[in-house]
């Protein structure tokens, strides 16, 4: 018997129709964006997924491993006042980040930001604290989500971009 080796396919993530709630409509775009940043990682080497695009040192790795560390800031430390400090990244992935590794952290991260909003009683509630050391009080679970949205949203236009670079792949 043949075992199937295959990749499983990435899921289809639409933005939601027209007439979905607002907690739906942000979370099912900013799904729609997190998947988009995966897809520029897929069937890249190690190597390639390392390498910069641009002269600041981004790289798609880079690009991952960041976004799944503002996940972790934003929705569990500051929304849920979970964990002891907001985790950090620097430009230069430690050498031993594989890709494969980079997305898992990325999905975990996205899974336990997901619960996070999946337990909120509304959007309205301020989190427990802000990352922002001149707020008074955290921001709102819909703020959260619309800056998560315009952030990963960001650094997906930049993963089109050296991901076109490296190897001319285009779209989604």
Not at 10 to 33: C, H, I, K, M, Q
Not at 39 to 58: I, M
Not at 119 to 129: E, S
Not at 130 to 158: F, K, N, Y
Request: no cysteine; charged share 25%.
């Amino acid at each position: 018997m043949t075992e199937n080796t295959a990749p499983s396919p990435r899921p289809d993530v639409r933005p939601p129709g027209l007439n979905a709630d607002e907690r739906t409509t942000l979370l099912s775009f900013l799904d729609y964006l997190r998947e988009a940043v995966i897809g520029k990682v897929e069937d890249l080497s190690d190597e390639d997924a390392r390498r910069p695009g641009v002269a600041s040192g981004t790289s798609l790795l880079w690009l991952v491993r960041h976004l799944a560390v503002v996940e972790y800031n934003w929705f569990e430390y500051a929304y849920g006042g979970l964990g002891d400090e907001p985790a950090l990244t620097s430009k230069a992935p430690p050498a031993e980040l594989s890709t494969a590794s980079a997305v898992a952290a990325y999905r975990d991260a996205i899974g336990r930001a997901n619960a996070v909003v999946a337990a909120a009683p509304d959007l309205d509630r301020p989190g427990v604290r802000s990352l922002r050391p001149d707020a008074v009080e955290g921001p709102s679970l819909r703020w959260v989500l619309v800056h998560m949205i315009e952030e990963t949203g960001r650094h997906a236009g930049h993963a089109d971009i050296i991901r076109e670079q490296l190897d001319g792949a285009v779209g989604r």
